[in-house]
């Protein structure tokens, strides 16, 4: 691990042309004995190899372009009194630590790692345990947070943090982090062209990926899984959702997807399998949702009246107990070629595409959403008779709720 | 009533119809068990199974015994017998071989399939709830014929209460929803499901399910009310009177009847 650390000091060396730049060894028998002794001897662009020990130290401050390396997974330990490192300089780049015990405030937003104004950070292969809140950027930029591991001790909403929380920040890669245990996995709030990749958010609090007034951003290929509810898009535009996968985010007030004030975003290629509710949108406009798969949910899509010109193309719904449910009596959204496994028309002229139309939205859905206890009457055989009875001849659910070319077999 | 019990009970269980009842659950639950992975799924189905299908049976079958065995009890009336004793060990003899092909449909498939540790809580409460629904409409439908000499309106009236509790009753209290949904209704829904034993049955099956959790708040009410001693205490009073009332009074009526 040493002679790696003298290879990559030696790389840096090579690589800052302008400013040459010295290793400086933090250890319990090297000159400098602590971090911020370290921090405080440096040179910008300096390189600082801590190697394996604990350090209990908080409040580190970081005002020079540094490189911060842990060798052998050195702990920084906070004690649970103060937030542990700061960065307020550009292009700091920290890996290889593991920071824990981060104190619990109820009037600072402490962090395991935080920074302010400022740009080019990379936080790369830590570990964060136990710190309130994980990683904290505000006002910055062009930034990297890659390979961490957060794991958290949430467990309730008031006193927890979030694991990453971007703030008024833009052009921020999230990728490959394992987040757990937090109030919110991922939190963005005023940010924007940001990419979060390939996460993993299980066992939060509250939601695995939350945005606010965040627009342009995209999320690919996450995982969200047993959070109180996956993932919130609020207040944002342009906001693509591809490839992701929410599963069991299951109780009496969970969703998979929570849609609300958004507009022009993209919903493709996910997975949303054992929700409660899998999407439930309110005032959701002009979005494309497609390629999707619906399995098992208590209800696939909760669409409320204020959601206009989606469309709804080429998915899968699979089991779910309700596939769609409004409350409005008119539906400005479309729904076509879908699969919908409660579809029992036939295909005559073989052409792949049921030959009557699918009317996937229930009577007695529209009877819950209007009085919501009449939910006590879930599966009794009067509904089902009702529900026939709607079908046949449909008054009371959207009469342009229809699918016109239901697929006869699920995509793949 | 031990003797009158016994050869009800010995006469029933070597009948075609339990053989038939006990197969039709064996299949049944054997099938739905078998071909749904997911137990819990298949303890819903089941659930549905049972709260529309015991409840016919047990009327169906129970108005029948009795019209059947008309000039045998005819002839143990004119022993020295109690009434009572006649009747009441008719009834349990009745129910009791009902339930028993019930249990054991039900039961095989459980253990066969490996089901029987795993969803030990699911199965319990379907047998008991099972178990009472044949209990409480075969109670009533004895207390119908017992009352009405002509067989067609006897078995029109029994299965016109099967239908009346499994069906119209749940379109009575949606449309009392509907029309009161500007109200607080939790205590009224509390209510008038306590009302129904088949509605109580699927509320409590459904409550020990996944599925509970759709039902959202109100849901959590009756988790809530059910959760606690007393409001189990009430959910079994509940279908206690309604095995209780039907009994006491073919009971009465049978003590007074002219034969």
Known sequence: MRILATFVAVLCFLNSKAVPSDTIRVCGNCDQKSITAAIAAAQPHDFLAIESGEYKEGNILIDKPLTLLGIDWPVVDGNLENEILTITADSVSISGLQIQNVGVSYTKDQAGISAQKVSNISIE???????????????????????????????????????????YSKEILVENNQVRNHRDGIYLEFVDDSEIINNVSEGNLRYGLHFMFSDHNNYHRNTFKNNGAGVAVMFSKFIEMVDNSFEDNWGTAAYGLLLKEIYDGKIEGNLFNQNTIAIYGESANRLQIQNNTFSNNGWALKILGSCMDN??????????????????PRNYNTYDGNYWSQYSGYDLDRDGFGDVPHRPMKLFSYLVSRSESSIVLMRSFFVDIINFAEKVTPMFTPKTLIDSSPLMKPLL | MNRTLKYTFYDLIRSWW??????????????????????NRAVASLM??????????????????????????????????????IFLGQYLGLAGSLSLSFLLGLIIPFIVLGFFGSEFGNFLMLSITGVLLTFIFSAIAYWIAI???????????????????????????LLILILFEDYPLDKLTLGLTM?????????????????????????????????????????????????????????????????
């Open chain 1, 125 to 167: 292969n830590n570990r964060l345990f136990n710190t309130f809140f994980g990683v904290y950027l505000k006002n910055c930029s062009q930034s990297r947070v890659v390979n961490n591991d957060f794991v958290g001790n949430a467990e309730k909403e008031i006193s927890s943090g979030n694991a990453i929380q971007l703030w």
């Open chain 1, 311 to 328: 469309n709804f193309t080429r998915n899968n719904f699979i089991g779910n107990t309700f596939d769609i449910t409004t409350n409005s």
């Open chain 2, 18 to 39: 339990c053989y038939a009842y006990f197969g039709f659950y064996f299949l049944t639950a054997g099938a739905i068990l078998y071909l749904s992975g997911d137990a």
């Open chain 2, 48 to 85: 549905n199974i049972i709260i529309i299908l015991s409840p016919l049976v047990g009327t169906l079958f129970a108005t029948m015994y009795y019209y059947n065995s008309r000039e045998f009890m005819e002839l143990l009336l004119a022993q020295p017998v109690r009434r009572r004793s």
């Open chain 2, 147 to 173: 009352r009405h000499e002509n067989r067609i309106v006897g078995f029109g009236i029994a299965i016109f209460t099967w239908l009346f509790l499994a069906v119209i009753y749940d379109g009575i209290f």
């Open chain 2, 195 to 259: 009302l129904n034993p088949i509605d109580l049955s699927r509320i409590l099956l459904m409550l020990k399910l996944d599925i509970s959790a759709l039902m959202g708040y109100t849901g959590a009410v009756f988790q809530k009310f059910f959760g606690t001693n007393a409001g189990i205490t009430i959910a079994f009073g509940a279908s206690a009177l309604w095995i209780l009332i039907p009994v006491m009074s073919f009971l009465r009526k049978a003590a007074r009847k002219d034969f």
